[in-house]
Each structure stands twice: as C-alpha cells, then as structure tokens.
C-alpha cells in the first residue's frame, strides 16, 4: 500500500516563523507554489503560510507584509501526516481537517508536503472526486 513518502512532494522548503509575511510571499513566488511550511527556530513545524493567508489576513486586514511575521498567521498545532502513513490516512487526514496542503513528518523532522494533486492522482478517479468534493465543500 501506497504512504505519504511515496506521494509527497520532498524536501519541502519552509518559511522561518521570524520571517516577514514578505519574505514567505517571495518565496512562494520564486517557487511558483501555493503554500509554504512556517518553521520555528528550533525546526519545529509551526503552520503552514498560503497565498490566501497572504491576502485575508494581511493584505485584507491592513497588515503591513514587511513587518507581520509568518509566525503570526500559525493558528494552533500544525495538521500533519507521518512519512508512513498510508495514502488513506492522509485521505482522511486531509477530509476531516479540511486541508489542500498536508506537511509530512518523519519524526520531528519535516520531510515533505502533500498537495492535493498529490493525493488525487495516488487515489482512483472516485476517491480523488470524493476528495475534492470534501474539500471544496463550506468554504
């Protein structure tokens, strides 16, 4: 059976939670990504800063993106997966907590991420529906 490691995108690069939410915009744009992990000073895995994140809650709030810090947009623990859990527990992971963007823990140790294109090519065509219906639903 398939895991996270086997469907992840590696090497996830993150964004240190004492960053600004300008720097972490930089990043996601030379990336060309939609999200990037907000990792502690100590490596710890914080939250996950989004392009939506960006917007809502800086831009939209009147927040200047050159002195809010990523660490500030890190709400609670960190919805993660372990690196060998299996496809079907990052489907039910990613359902129940309503998440797009999964980081993938191997320990401590943050290893990779999975997007939801990931999880919807690893998944049969009826499960990947049922995965975005989920996660496209109450939004």
């Not at 240190?16 to 895995?45: H, M, W």
């Not at 993660?80 to 496809?87: E, F, H, L, P």
């Not at 129940?96 to 998944?123: E, F, M, Q």
Request: glycine content about 10%; overall charge negative; hydrophobic content about 45%.
């Amino acid at each position: 059976m398939a895991t996270a490691r086997d469907i992840m995108t590696p090497d996830a690069t993150c964004v240190g939670a004492d960053e600004s939410v300008l720097a972490g915009a930089q990043k996601l744009t030379t990336l060309g990504v939609g999200a990037l992990p907000i990792c502690g000073t100590d490596n710890k895995l914080k939250g996950v800063l989004t392009d939506r994140d960006i917007v809502v809650k800086v831009l939209g709030a009147g927040k200047d993106p050159k002195t809010t810090k990523a660490g500030e947009l890190a709400q609670g623990e960190a919805v993660t997966i372990g690196a060998d859990d299996s496809v079907e527990e990052v489907l039910a992971t990613m359902k129940n907590h309503k998440v797009r963007r999964l980081p993938v823990i191997d320990g401590h140790d943050l290893v990779g991420i999975v997007a939801l294109a990931d999880a919807a090519r690893a998944l049969p065509d009826a499960r990947a529906g049922e995965l975005i219906d989920a996660l496209s639903s109450d939004r």
